[in-house]
Protein backbone atom coordinates (compact mmCIF):
# COMPACT_ATOMS: atom_id res chain seq x y z
CA UNK A 1 0.00 0.00 0.00
CA UNK A 2 2.57 2.58 1.37
CA UNK A 3 5.06 2.49 -2.06
CA UNK A 4 2.52 2.25 -4.61
CA UNK A 5 0.48 5.20 -2.56
CA UNK A 6 3.87 6.80 -3.27
CA UNK A 7 3.51 6.61 -6.69
CA UNK A 8 1.04 9.28 -7.27
CA UNK A 9 1.98 10.53 -3.70
CA UNK A 10 4.26 13.01 -5.75
CA UNK A 11 2.52 13.49 -8.81
CA UNK A 12 -0.95 11.79 -8.96
CA UNK A 13 -2.63 14.75 -9.11
CA UNK A 14 -2.29 14.61 -12.70
CA UNK A 15 -5.97 13.20 -12.27
CA UNK A 16 -7.76 15.03 -9.95
CA UNK A 17 -5.67 18.26 -9.37
CA UNK A 18 -8.25 20.16 -7.34
CA UNK A 19 -8.45 17.47 -4.83
CA UNK A 20 -5.30 17.68 -3.32
CA UNK A 21 -2.99 20.02 -1.55
CA UNK A 22 0.67 19.75 -3.62
CA UNK A 23 2.20 20.38 -0.18
CA UNK A 24 0.41 17.49 2.01
CA UNK A 25 1.51 15.38 -0.65
CA UNK A 26 4.94 15.70 -0.64
CA UNK A 27 5.31 15.79 2.87
CA UNK A 28 3.59 12.54 3.51
CA UNK A 29 5.55 10.93 0.44
CA UNK A 30 8.45 12.63 2.41
CA UNK A 31 7.30 10.69 5.56
CA UNK A 32 6.51 6.91 3.62
CA UNK A 33 9.35 7.19 1.09
CA UNK A 34 12.24 6.01 3.46
CA UNK A 35 9.93 2.91 4.87
CA UNK A 36 8.59 2.00 1.66
CA UNK A 37 12.41 2.14 0.62
CA UNK A 38 13.61 0.05 3.57
CA UNK A 39 10.81 -2.65 2.77
CA UNK A 40 11.79 -2.80 -0.85
CA UNK A 41 15.76 -3.04 -0.22
CA UNK A 42 15.15 -5.61 2.78
CA UNK A 43 12.79 -7.64 0.20
CA UNK A 44 11.93 -10.43 2.86
CA UNK A 45 8.54 -11.28 3.97
CA UNK A 46 7.48 -7.37 4.46
CA UNK A 47 7.47 -6.99 0.97
CA UNK A 48 5.69 -10.32 0.43
CA UNK A 49 2.85 -9.30 2.93
CA UNK A 50 2.88 -6.31 0.97
CA UNK A 51 2.11 -7.57 -2.01
CA UNK A 52 -0.54 -9.49 -0.61
CA UNK A 53 -2.46 -6.96 1.04
CA UNK A 54 -1.79 -4.69 -2.64
CA UNK A 55 -3.70 -7.49 -4.86
CA UNK A 56 -6.15 -8.06 -2.22
CA UNK A 57 -6.91 -4.47 -2.46
CA UNK A 58 -6.92 -3.78 -6.52
CA UNK A 59 -9.43 -7.03 -6.25
CA UNK A 60 -11.80 -5.55 -4.08
CA UNK A 61 -11.48 -2.24 -6.10
CA UNK A 62 -11.72 -3.86 -9.17
CA UNK A 63 -14.96 -5.47 -8.08
CA UNK A 64 -16.32 -2.50 -6.87
CA UNK A 65 -15.89 -1.50 -10.52
CA UNK A 66 -16.78 -3.95 -12.94
CA UNK A 67 -19.35 -5.96 -10.51
CA UNK A 68 -20.30 -3.00 -8.57
CA UNK A 69 -20.03 -4.57 -5.63
CA UNK A 70 -16.86 -5.11 -3.78
CA UNK A 71 -17.81 -7.99 -1.19
CA UNK A 72 -18.67 -10.91 -3.08
CA UNK A 73 -17.80 -14.88 -3.37
CA UNK A 74 -15.99 -13.78 -6.08
CA UNK A 75 -14.03 -11.59 -4.66
CA UNK A 76 -13.40 -14.23 -2.02
CA UNK A 77 -12.41 -16.66 -4.24
CA UNK A 78 -9.75 -14.02 -6.21
CA UNK A 79 -8.32 -12.81 -2.66
CA UNK A 80 -7.53 -16.76 -2.22
CA UNK A 81 -6.55 -17.90 -5.38
CA UNK A 82 -4.15 -14.54 -5.52
CA UNK A 83 -2.44 -14.91 -2.13
CA UNK A 84 -2.49 -18.37 -3.02
CA UNK A 85 -0.01 -18.02 -6.07
CA UNK A 86 1.72 -15.35 -4.35
CA UNK A 87 2.97 -17.80 -1.48
CA UNK A 88 3.64 -20.88 -3.75
CA UNK A 89 5.85 -17.74 -5.76
CA UNK A 90 7.27 -16.67 -2.77
CA UNK A 91 8.54 -20.28 -1.83
CA UNK A 92 9.72 -21.60 -5.39
CA UNK A 93 6.96 -24.06 -5.20
CA UNK A 94 7.34 -26.69 -8.14
CA UNK A 95 3.42 -26.93 -7.77
CA UNK A 96 3.26 -23.29 -8.97
CA UNK A 97 2.10 -23.91 -12.43
CA UNK A 98 -0.24 -26.46 -11.65
CA UNK A 99 -1.96 -24.38 -9.64
CA UNK A 100 -2.16 -21.47 -11.83
CA UNK A 101 -3.91 -23.04 -14.67
CA UNK A 102 -6.60 -24.55 -11.63
CA UNK A 103 -6.77 -20.95 -10.08
CA UNK A 104 -7.90 -19.61 -14.04
CA UNK A 105 -10.28 -21.92 -14.58
CA UNK A 106 -11.81 -21.18 -11.20
CA UNK A 107 -12.47 -18.13 -11.17
CA UNK A 108 -14.02 -18.36 -14.37
CA UNK A 109 -16.35 -21.25 -13.17
CA UNK A 110 -17.06 -19.06 -9.91
CA UNK A 111 -17.61 -16.25 -11.92
CA UNK A 112 -20.32 -17.88 -14.13
CA UNK A 113 -21.77 -19.43 -11.27
CA UNK A 114 -22.49 -15.81 -9.50
CA UNK A 115 -23.76 -14.80 -12.97
CA UNK A 116 -20.95 -12.18 -13.19
CA UNK A 117 -19.29 -11.59 -16.56
CA UNK A 118 -16.19 -14.23 -16.28
CA UNK A 119 -14.20 -12.14 -18.82
CA UNK A 120 -13.88 -8.94 -16.26
CA UNK A 121 -13.60 -11.69 -13.39
CA UNK A 122 -10.79 -13.19 -15.12
CA UNK A 123 -8.70 -9.85 -16.23
CA UNK A 124 -8.82 -8.79 -12.61
CA UNK A 125 -7.63 -11.59 -11.51
CA UNK A 126 -4.78 -11.16 -13.83
CA UNK A 127 -4.05 -7.36 -12.72
CA UNK A 128 -4.06 -8.39 -9.14
CA UNK A 129 -1.40 -11.42 -9.90
CA UNK A 130 0.75 -10.42 -12.77
CA UNK A 131 2.47 -7.70 -11.39
CA UNK A 132 2.70 -9.34 -8.17
CA UNK A 133 4.37 -12.08 -9.50
CA UNK A 134 6.81 -10.29 -11.68
CA UNK A 135 7.81 -8.52 -8.85
CA UNK A 136 8.41 -11.62 -6.82
CA UNK A 137 10.18 -13.37 -9.64
CA UNK A 138 12.54 -10.23 -9.90
CA UNK A 139 13.39 -10.12 -6.46
CA UNK A 140 14.37 -13.91 -6.60
CA UNK A 141 16.52 -13.10 -9.77
CA UNK A 142 18.02 -9.47 -9.42
CA UNK A 143 16.69 -8.80 -5.46
CA UNK A 144 14.71 -5.40 -4.10
CA UNK A 145 18.05 -3.18 -5.50
CA UNK A 146 15.75 -3.83 -9.11
CA UNK A 147 12.05 -3.55 -8.23
CA UNK A 148 13.34 0.04 -6.31
CA UNK A 149 14.82 1.10 -9.40
CA UNK A 150 11.70 -0.32 -11.55
CA UNK A 151 9.66 2.04 -8.72
CA UNK A 152 12.45 5.08 -9.17
CA UNK A 153 11.50 5.12 -13.01
CA UNK A 154 7.93 4.88 -12.27
CA UNK A 155 7.66 7.91 -9.89
CA UNK A 156 9.81 9.64 -11.80
CA UNK A 157 7.43 9.30 -14.58
CA UNK A 158 4.48 10.46 -12.81
CA UNK A 159 6.19 13.13 -11.36
CA UNK A 160 7.58 14.76 -14.12
CA UNK A 161 5.02 14.03 -16.68
CA UNK A 162 3.02 16.06 -13.39
CA UNK A 163 5.47 19.13 -13.57
CA UNK A 164 5.73 19.33 -17.72
CA UNK A 165 2.32 18.54 -18.01
CA UNK A 166 1.46 21.74 -15.97
CA UNK A 167 4.19 24.40 -17.04
CA UNK A 168 3.64 23.51 -20.89
CA UNK A 169 0.74 21.78 -21.16
CA UNK A 170 0.05 21.64 -25.26
CA UNK A 171 -1.75 18.77 -27.28
CA UNK A 172 -3.70 16.13 -25.25
CA UNK A 173 -2.47 12.33 -25.03
CA UNK A 174 -5.91 10.73 -25.09
CA UNK A 175 -8.46 12.92 -24.39
CA UNK A 176 -11.49 10.33 -24.63
CA UNK A 177 -9.62 8.29 -21.84
CA UNK A 178 -7.86 10.45 -19.58
CA UNK A 179 -8.19 13.93 -20.22
CA UNK A 180 -5.18 15.55 -18.58
CA UNK A 181 -2.76 13.57 -19.79
CA UNK A 182 -0.54 15.56 -22.44
CA UNK A 183 2.27 14.86 -24.70
CA UNK A 184 4.56 17.11 -23.49
CA UNK A 185 4.36 15.34 -19.59
CA UNK A 186 4.95 11.80 -21.20
CA UNK A 187 8.20 13.86 -23.20
CA UNK A 188 9.27 15.49 -19.69
CA UNK A 189 8.33 12.27 -18.04
CA UNK A 190 10.17 9.98 -19.52
CA UNK A 191 13.62 12.43 -19.69
CA UNK A 192 12.93 12.70 -16.02
CA UNK A 193 12.73 8.51 -15.61
CA UNK A 194 16.09 8.27 -17.37
CA UNK A 195 17.81 11.10 -15.52
CA UNK A 196 16.60 8.95 -12.23
CA UNK A 197 16.40 6.03 -13.01
CA UNK A 198 20.25 6.03 -14.31
CA UNK A 199 21.86 7.87 -11.59
CA UNK A 200 20.17 5.22 -9.09
CA UNK A 201 21.85 2.73 -11.08
CA UNK A 202 25.37 4.63 -10.92
CA UNK A 203 24.89 4.24 -6.83
CA UNK A 204 24.20 0.87 -6.88
CA UNK A 205 27.13 0.09 -8.51
CA UNK A 206 28.26 -2.19 -5.51
CA UNK A 207 25.66 -4.59 -6.76
CA UNK A 208 26.16 -7.06 -9.66
CA UNK A 209 23.02 -6.38 -11.89
CA UNK A 210 22.91 -7.50 -15.59
CA UNK A 211 20.13 -4.69 -16.27
CA UNK A 212 22.95 -2.14 -14.87
CA UNK A 213 25.85 -3.39 -16.74
CA UNK A 214 25.78 -1.08 -19.64
CA UNK A 215 24.72 2.56 -19.81
CA UNK A 216 23.50 2.93 -22.93
CA UNK A 217 20.53 -0.42 -22.36
CA UNK A 218 19.98 1.08 -18.92
CA UNK A 219 19.14 4.52 -20.35
CA UNK A 220 17.05 3.01 -23.31
CA UNK A 221 15.59 0.70 -20.48
CA UNK A 222 14.37 3.49 -18.09
CA UNK A 223 12.17 5.44 -20.94
CA UNK A 224 10.90 2.11 -22.36
CA UNK A 225 9.56 1.55 -19.21
CA UNK A 226 8.81 4.94 -18.29
CA UNK A 227 6.67 5.00 -21.67
CA UNK A 228 5.49 0.82 -20.40
CA UNK A 229 4.20 2.64 -17.28
CA UNK A 230 1.78 5.33 -18.76
CA UNK A 231 0.19 2.49 -21.07
CA UNK A 232 -0.59 0.76 -17.79
CA UNK A 233 -1.85 4.07 -16.66
CA UNK A 234 -4.13 4.80 -19.89
CA UNK A 235 -5.20 1.11 -19.65
CA UNK A 236 -6.43 1.39 -16.10
CA UNK A 237 -8.13 4.86 -17.02
CA UNK A 238 -9.75 3.16 -19.87
CA UNK A 239 -11.54 0.63 -17.88
CA UNK A 240 -12.47 3.31 -15.42
CA UNK A 241 -14.40 5.20 -18.26
CA UNK A 242 -15.90 2.17 -19.37
CA UNK A 243 -17.54 1.37 -16.21
CA UNK A 244 -18.37 5.76 -15.40
CA UNK A 245 -16.04 5.51 -12.51
CA UNK A 246 -13.99 8.51 -11.84
CA UNK A 247 -11.46 6.90 -8.95
CA UNK A 248 -11.11 3.28 -8.62
CA UNK A 249 -11.92 3.51 -4.88
CA UNK A 250 -11.41 5.81 -1.07
CA UNK A 251 -9.18 3.56 0.83
CA UNK A 252 -6.92 6.40 1.14
CA UNK A 253 -8.96 9.56 1.85
CA UNK A 254 -8.85 12.46 -0.63
CA UNK A 255 -6.12 9.95 -2.82
CA UNK A 256 -8.57 7.81 -4.45
CA UNK A 257 -7.93 3.94 -4.70
CA UNK A 258 -5.22 1.59 -4.88
CA UNK A 259 -5.29 0.76 -8.35
CA UNK A 260 -4.97 4.20 -9.01
CA UNK A 261 -1.74 3.93 -7.41
CA UNK A 262 -0.55 0.59 -9.16
CA UNK A 263 -1.71 1.20 -12.79
CA UNK A 264 2.15 2.45 -13.56
CA UNK A 265 3.42 -1.45 -12.73
CA UNK A 266 0.93 -3.33 -14.54
CA UNK A 267 2.67 -3.66 -17.73
CA UNK A 268 6.11 -2.43 -16.31
CA UNK A 269 6.88 -5.67 -13.71
CA UNK A 270 6.44 -8.46 -16.09
CA UNK A 271 8.15 -6.51 -18.57
CA UNK A 272 11.46 -6.58 -16.62
CA UNK A 273 11.31 -9.77 -15.81
CA UNK A 274 10.72 -10.92 -19.78
CA UNK A 275 13.75 -8.34 -20.20
CA UNK A 276 15.55 -10.09 -17.32
CA UNK A 277 15.35 -13.42 -19.06
CA UNK A 278 16.17 -12.06 -22.32
CA UNK A 279 19.39 -10.67 -21.08
CA UNK A 280 19.89 -13.55 -18.59
CA UNK A 281 19.93 -16.40 -21.22
CA UNK B 1 50.74 -23.00 -2.70
CA UNK B 2 52.36 -23.01 -6.04
CA UNK B 3 50.70 -19.66 -7.89
CA UNK B 4 50.27 -20.91 -11.81
CA UNK B 5 50.86 -18.08 -13.87
CA UNK B 6 48.73 -19.60 -17.03
CA UNK B 7 46.66 -22.65 -17.48
CA UNK B 8 49.45 -24.22 -19.71
CA UNK B 9 51.95 -24.68 -16.98
CA UNK B 10 49.55 -25.63 -14.98
CA UNK B 11 49.20 -28.47 -17.47
CA UNK B 12 52.70 -28.81 -17.98
CA UNK B 13 53.78 -29.16 -14.19
CA UNK B 14 50.96 -31.68 -14.02
CA UNK B 15 52.31 -33.73 -16.62
CA UNK B 16 55.83 -33.65 -15.16
CA UNK B 17 54.80 -34.48 -11.94
CA UNK B 18 52.93 -37.26 -12.86
CA UNK B 19 55.16 -38.61 -14.36
CA UNK B 20 57.68 -38.66 -11.24
CA UNK B 21 56.62 -39.86 -8.34
CA UNK B 22 52.80 -40.04 -7.72
CA UNK B 23 50.10 -42.38 -9.03
CA UNK B 24 48.16 -40.38 -11.23
CA UNK B 25 45.29 -38.37 -9.75
CA UNK B 26 41.92 -40.30 -10.68
CA UNK B 27 38.88 -38.84 -8.32
CA UNK B 28 38.63 -35.10 -7.40
CA UNK B 29 35.67 -34.65 -5.25
CA UNK B 30 34.98 -31.13 -4.38
CA UNK B 31 32.56 -29.57 -1.78
CA UNK B 32 31.22 -26.66 -3.35
CA UNK B 33 31.00 -23.68 -0.76
CA UNK B 34 30.25 -20.60 -0.76
CA UNK B 35 27.51 -19.35 -3.36
CA UNK B 36 24.86 -17.59 -0.63
CA UNK B 37 28.23 -15.70 0.23
CA UNK B 38 29.09 -14.92 -2.85
CA UNK B 39 25.49 -13.63 -3.54
CA UNK B 40 25.64 -11.48 -0.22
CA UNK B 41 29.11 -10.08 -1.67
CA UNK B 42 27.50 -9.26 -5.04
CA UNK B 43 24.54 -7.92 -3.43
CA UNK B 44 22.48 -10.25 -4.78
CA UNK B 45 19.34 -12.73 -3.68
CA UNK B 46 20.72 -15.99 -3.21
CA UNK B 47 19.17 -17.57 -6.01
CA UNK B 48 21.68 -15.49 -7.88
CA UNK B 49 24.70 -17.12 -6.23
CA UNK B 50 23.25 -20.59 -6.93
CA UNK B 51 23.08 -19.56 -10.63
CA UNK B 52 25.82 -18.72 -10.78
CA UNK B 53 27.21 -21.58 -8.82
CA UNK B 54 25.57 -24.06 -11.33
CA UNK B 55 27.47 -21.86 -14.25
CA UNK B 56 30.70 -23.10 -11.71
CA UNK B 57 29.75 -26.62 -12.12
CA UNK B 58 29.16 -26.62 -15.77
CA UNK B 59 32.74 -25.30 -16.76
CA UNK B 60 34.82 -27.36 -13.97
CA UNK B 61 33.12 -30.24 -15.56
CA UNK B 62 34.46 -29.67 -18.37
CA UNK B 63 38.31 -29.00 -17.24
CA UNK B 64 37.99 -32.06 -16.08
CA UNK B 65 37.16 -33.89 -18.69
CA UNK B 66 40.27 -31.48 -20.58
CA UNK B 67 42.44 -32.71 -17.61
CA UNK B 68 41.73 -36.11 -18.09
CA UNK B 69 40.68 -36.57 -14.48
CA UNK B 70 38.42 -40.03 -14.11
CA UNK B 71 35.89 -38.93 -11.48
CA UNK B 72 34.94 -35.71 -10.59
CA UNK B 73 32.82 -35.98 -7.26
CA UNK B 74 30.37 -32.74 -6.39
CA UNK B 75 28.89 -32.41 -3.09
CA UNK B 76 25.80 -30.76 -4.62
CA UNK B 77 23.29 -31.11 -1.93
CA UNK B 78 24.18 -32.56 1.86
CA UNK B 79 21.20 -34.76 3.85
CA UNK B 80 20.96 -31.65 5.76
CA UNK B 81 20.50 -28.92 3.49
CA UNK B 82 16.50 -29.87 3.97
CA UNK B 83 16.65 -28.04 7.08
CA UNK B 84 17.67 -25.01 4.94
CA UNK B 85 14.40 -22.25 4.21
CA UNK B 86 11.96 -23.94 1.91
CA UNK B 87 12.35 -21.55 -0.81
CA UNK B 88 15.96 -21.73 -1.39
CA UNK B 89 15.61 -26.29 -0.99
CA UNK B 90 12.98 -25.62 -4.06
CA UNK B 91 14.60 -23.02 -5.76
CA UNK B 92 18.03 -25.86 -5.58
CA UNK B 93 15.62 -28.66 -6.47
CA UNK B 94 14.45 -26.66 -9.39
CA UNK B 95 18.06 -25.28 -10.63
CA UNK B 96 18.70 -29.53 -10.43
CA UNK B 97 15.80 -29.84 -12.82
CA UNK B 98 17.12 -27.48 -15.03
CA UNK B 99 20.65 -29.02 -15.05
CA UNK B 100 19.56 -32.29 -15.84
CA UNK B 101 17.23 -31.96 -18.49
CA UNK B 102 19.06 -29.31 -20.64
CA UNK B 103 22.57 -30.75 -19.69
CA UNK B 104 22.44 -34.01 -19.86
CA UNK B 105 22.69 -34.48 -23.40
CA UNK B 106 25.46 -32.10 -23.54
CA UNK B 107 27.26 -34.57 -21.08
CA UNK B 108 26.43 -37.34 -23.34
CA UNK B 109 27.60 -35.74 -26.61
CA UNK B 110 31.03 -35.01 -24.76
CA UNK B 111 31.14 -39.10 -23.64
CA UNK B 112 30.73 -38.34 -20.22
CA UNK B 113 28.92 -40.46 -17.25
CA UNK B 114 26.67 -39.04 -14.52
CA UNK B 115 25.70 -40.90 -11.64
CA UNK B 116 24.26 -39.95 -8.37
CA UNK B 117 24.86 -40.81 -4.69
CA UNK B 118 22.70 -40.02 -1.49
CA UNK B 119 19.63 -41.91 -0.36
CA UNK B 120 16.79 -41.58 -2.83
CA UNK B 121 13.83 -41.12 -0.23
CA UNK B 122 13.07 -37.31 0.38
CA UNK B 123 13.73 -36.69 -3.54
CA UNK B 124 10.54 -35.83 -5.69
CA UNK B 125 9.46 -38.32 -8.16
CA UNK B 126 10.05 -35.88 -10.87
CA UNK B 127 13.55 -35.28 -9.74
CA UNK B 128 13.90 -39.10 -9.54
CA UNK B 129 12.58 -39.85 -12.63
CA UNK B 130 15.11 -37.61 -14.05
CA UNK B 131 18.38 -39.08 -12.20
CA UNK B 132 17.37 -42.01 -13.69
CA UNK B 133 16.85 -40.97 -16.87
CA UNK B 134 20.60 -39.47 -16.91
CA UNK B 135 22.39 -42.46 -14.89
CA UNK B 136 20.61 -44.99 -17.75
CA UNK B 137 21.61 -42.98 -20.79
CA UNK B 138 25.11 -41.79 -20.01
CA UNK B 139 25.79 -45.58 -18.27
CA UNK B 140 28.98 -46.08 -20.99
CA UNK B 141 30.43 -43.52 -21.55
CA UNK B 142 34.12 -43.93 -20.82
CA UNK B 143 35.56 -40.09 -20.88
CA UNK B 144 34.70 -39.07 -17.39
CA UNK B 145 32.44 -39.93 -14.72
CA UNK B 146 30.72 -37.26 -13.14
CA UNK B 147 29.41 -38.31 -9.67
CA UNK B 148 26.82 -35.98 -7.88
CA UNK B 149 25.98 -36.07 -4.13
CA UNK B 150 22.63 -35.33 -3.64
CA UNK B 151 20.52 -36.09 -0.78
CA UNK B 152 23.98 -37.40 0.69
CA UNK B 153 25.16 -38.01 4.24
CA UNK B 154 28.25 -39.85 5.23
CA UNK B 155 26.66 -41.21 8.55
CA UNK B 156 23.30 -42.18 7.08
CA UNK B 157 25.73 -44.12 3.60
CA UNK B 158 27.76 -45.85 6.47
CA UNK B 159 24.60 -46.86 8.61
CA UNK B 160 22.99 -48.33 5.53
CA UNK B 161 25.91 -50.35 4.89
CA UNK B 162 25.86 -51.84 7.93
CA UNK B 163 22.22 -52.69 7.60
CA UNK B 164 22.52 -54.39 4.73
CA UNK B 165 25.43 -56.11 6.20
CA UNK B 166 23.68 -57.29 9.22
CA UNK B 167 20.59 -58.13 6.98
CA UNK B 168 22.86 -60.62 5.17
CA UNK B 169 24.12 -62.09 8.44
CA UNK B 170 20.38 -62.45 9.75
CA UNK B 171 19.63 -64.54 6.71
CA UNK B 172 22.81 -66.67 6.30
CA UNK B 173 24.52 -64.96 3.36
CA UNK B 174 27.25 -63.65 4.81
CA UNK B 175 29.55 -64.88 7.69
CA UNK B 176 30.74 -62.15 10.42
CA UNK B 177 33.99 -63.37 10.08
CA UNK B 178 33.98 -62.39 6.19
CA UNK B 179 33.34 -58.71 7.07
CA UNK B 180 36.85 -56.40 6.25
CA UNK B 181 37.21 -53.30 4.40
CA UNK B 182 36.91 -54.34 1.54
CA UNK B 183 33.62 -56.07 1.80
CA UNK B 184 31.85 -52.75 3.52
CA UNK B 185 33.02 -50.60 1.05
CA UNK B 186 31.09 -52.93 -1.06
CA UNK B 187 28.22 -51.64 0.49
CA UNK B 188 28.57 -47.80 0.87
CA UNK B 189 27.28 -45.97 -2.54
CA UNK B 190 30.14 -45.55 -3.56
CA UNK B 191 31.10 -49.02 -4.43
CA UNK B 192 32.03 -48.83 -8.19
CA UNK B 193 33.92 -45.77 -7.69
CA UNK B 194 37.61 -45.60 -6.20
CA UNK B 195 38.18 -43.63 -3.40
CA UNK B 196 38.97 -39.52 -3.77
CA UNK B 197 42.69 -38.63 -3.92
CA UNK B 198 41.99 -34.97 -3.48
CA UNK B 199 39.08 -33.33 -1.78
CA UNK B 200 38.46 -29.69 -2.60
CA UNK B 201 36.97 -27.03 -0.21
CA UNK B 202 36.22 -23.54 -1.69
CA UNK B 203 34.72 -20.90 0.49
CA UNK B 204 37.34 -21.26 3.00
CA UNK B 205 35.79 -23.34 5.70
CA UNK B 206 38.23 -26.14 6.61
CA UNK B 207 35.88 -29.47 7.50
CA UNK B 208 33.94 -32.37 5.78
CA UNK B 209 30.78 -31.71 6.72
CA UNK B 210 29.39 -35.53 6.76
CA UNK B 211 31.29 -35.94 3.09
CA UNK B 212 32.99 -38.97 2.11
CA UNK B 213 34.25 -40.08 5.71
CA UNK B 214 34.79 -43.77 4.92
CA UNK B 215 36.36 -43.01 1.60
CA UNK B 216 38.56 -39.58 2.65
CA UNK B 217 40.95 -41.73 4.56
CA UNK B 218 44.01 -41.26 2.56
CA UNK B 219 42.74 -38.14 0.73
CA UNK B 220 44.34 -34.90 0.32
CA UNK B 221 42.73 -31.91 1.47
CA UNK B 222 42.92 -28.86 -0.09
CA UNK B 223 41.12 -25.72 1.42
CA UNK B 224 40.87 -22.79 -0.99
CA UNK B 225 39.85 -19.32 -0.09
CA UNK B 226 37.44 -18.73 -3.49
CA UNK B 227 33.69 -18.94 -3.22
CA UNK B 228 32.50 -21.76 -5.68
CA UNK B 229 30.90 -19.32 -8.18
CA UNK B 230 34.37 -18.06 -8.42
CA UNK B 231 36.18 -21.12 -8.74
CA UNK B 232 37.18 -21.47 -12.09
CA UNK B 233 39.87 -23.43 -14.72
CA UNK B 234 42.59 -21.70 -12.67
CA UNK B 235 41.54 -22.32 -9.37
CA UNK B 236 41.00 -25.98 -10.12
CA UNK B 237 44.78 -26.16 -11.29
CA UNK B 238 46.23 -24.54 -8.27
CA UNK B 239 44.58 -27.33 -6.37
CA UNK B 240 46.10 -30.05 -8.94
CA UNK B 241 49.37 -28.61 -8.43
CA UNK B 242 48.94 -28.34 -4.77
CA UNK B 243 48.19 -32.29 -4.70
CA UNK B 244 51.08 -33.11 -6.54
CA UNK B 245 53.17 -31.28 -3.81
CA UNK B 246 52.24 -33.60 -1.36
CA UNK B 247 53.87 -36.72 -0.48
CA UNK B 248 51.14 -39.50 -0.47
CA UNK B 249 52.55 -42.50 2.34
CA UNK B 250 49.16 -44.18 3.20
CA UNK B 251 50.37 -44.59 6.39
CA UNK B 252 53.66 -46.25 5.36
CA UNK B 253 57.36 -45.41 5.95
CA UNK B 254 59.07 -43.13 3.22
Known sequence: ?281 | MLLVKNENDAQNSIESDRNLKHDPLKHIAIIMDGNGRWAKAHRLPKFAGHKKGADAVRAIVETCADLEIKYLTLYAFSSENWNRPIEEVNDLMGLLKIYLTKEIDELHKKNIRISFIGSRDRLSKNILKLIDGAEKKTAENKKLHLILALNYGAQEEIVRAAKHLAQKVKNGSLDVDNIDEKTFSKHLYTKDIPEPDLIIRTSGEQRLSNFMLWQAAYSEFVFLDVLWPDFTKQSLCNAIDEYYKRDRRYGARP
Not at chain 1, 41 to 61: C, D, F, R, T
Open chain 1, 1 to 281: MLLMNITKEIGGTVQDPKKSNLLTRILSALIMLPIAIYIILNGGLALVVLLNIISVLILYEWNGICEKKPFSLLFVFQALCASLMIWLQYVNSPYLIVTSYVSLSAVVVISLISRSNFRWALLGYLYAIIPTLSFLLILKNSGGVVILWVMIVIWSMDTGAYFAGKNIGGPKMAPKISPNKTWSGLIGGTITAVIFGGLYAYFQKGANIVLFENATILLLLSGFLAVVSQVGDLAESAIKRKFNVKDSGAIIPGHGGIMDRVDGVLFVAPAVVFIEYLLYV
